[in-house]
């Protein structure tokens, strides 16, 4: 916006009416005359700038008001549209959450009828599964049922049984695919009877027996009896040697007992003192012990791995060359073979022929 120039004030009337008088008070003298139409030319022209000068004020001043209304105008109208965007904005955030909850739900319901659709062709599945797949799955549970058995009751009667009726079944079923199920179940009952299992009950004794045997067992560093002098080499000495003889005789036999000098195998058993070997062989009873659990629980590995403990405890700590401790080792040995054989037969043969069977090969 252009300023407007100051108007300068027009001139006071006083100052040319004071000429004349100035001029009259010179006596008789011819001067020039005053130039008052000239002074009022001057003041109209001033007046007209004045008011030209008014006017374009007033003229700015409206049109300064005309674009502070419309500019008022357009601040209330940014408002306007500011609060509306505001309330849009607020409605598309309410409708994002509303559209996300129902694709959410949506989500869920799609889920839903997925499942739904898994298990019922699930169920149609089995509903058309046919007769001879129920008696595939069936046989093969039973089977499995009687492994489990046998294997706990340590005796092939359960799995005999299973075995023929599952023949039976097959039989009756007249089906050519069932022919490998009928000649596997056949070789499985062959070779279950021809199996030999050993006798649980004198295993079960023999262990008995080396509990017992475990107080007899000597350990690798035992103290043997010294060997009794006879009574008349002794006498004979004492009448040759008299006094001095006498006293060297007992000098050796406490050196004799303060040291003794021995072959051990094992370093471990050097170190082992009296109240060690009780210790050691009450770990080895209870070695034995814990085989004869195992046994009675049908656990044949934890069994065999403490038979195996035993043997070794008895090499390491007891002495090799004693007639007890060889017997308590054959005895365990024995016990280790007759521990392989105790393992009741599988049919596998036949779980693989049902297996072929069921997968309609």
Do not use: H
Request: charge should be neutral; avoid cysteine.
């Amino acid at each position: 916006m252009s300023s407007v120039p100051p108007i300068a004030p027009p001139p006071s009337p006083a100052a040319p009416v004071a000429a004349p008088a100035d001029t009259a008070a010179q006596a008789g003298s011819p001067g020039p005359l005053p130039a008052a139409p000239r002074g009022n030319a001057l003041q109209w022209i001033l007046a007209a700038m004045a008011a030209a000068a008014l006017a374009s004020t007033g003229l700015l001043w409206q049109k300064l008001s005309g674009i502070q209304e419309q500019l008022a105008r357009q601040s209330a109208d940014s408002g306007a549209l500011a609060i509306e965007a505001r309330t849009m904005a607020r409605q598309a955030e309410d409708l994002v959450r509303e559209t996300a909850a129902r694709l959410s739900v949506a989500e869920a319901r799609v889920s839903e009828v997925a499942l739904q659709r898994t298990q019922l062709e699930e169920l149609m599945q089995s509903l058309s599964r046919s007769r001879d797949e129920n008696l595939v799955v069936d046989i093969e549970s039973s089977l499995r049922l009687a492994q489990q058995q046998a294997q706990l009751t340590g005796s092939v009667e359960p799995l005999l049984a299973s075995l023929k009726s599952a023949e039976l079944r097959v039989a009756r079923a007249a089906q050519p695919r069932l022919t490998p199920v009928q000649r596997a179940i056949a070789k499985d009952v062959a070779r279950i009877k021809g199996t030999a299992l050993s006798d649980t009950p004198a295993m079960l004794v023999r262990l008995d027996e080396l509990v017992s045997l475990a107080d007899e067992l000597p350990v690798g560093n035992a103290l043997q009896a010294p060997k009794a002098a006879p009574s008349l080499q002794r006498k004979t000495e004492e009448t040759l040697t008299g006094w001095s003889g006498r006293m060297l005789e007992l000098v050796r036999e406490e050196v004799r007992g303060l040291v003794r000098v021995s072959k051990i195998e094992n370093p471990d058993v050097a170190l082992l003192s009296p109240e060690q070997s009780f210790f050691v062989r009450e770990n080895f009873k209870l070695k034995v012990l814990n085989a004869r659990l195992g046994l009675l629980s049908r656990q044949t590995d934890a069994a065999r791995a403490d038979l195996v403990a035993a043997s070794n405890s008895l090499t390491r700590y007891f002495d090799a060359g004693s007639r007890k401790t060889q017997t308590a080792q054959a005895a365990l040995q024995q016990l280790q073979t007759q521990m392989r054989t105790l393992e009741v037969p599988r049919v596998d043969e036949t779980l693989a022929a049902l297996a072929t069977a069921a997968a309609g090969r």
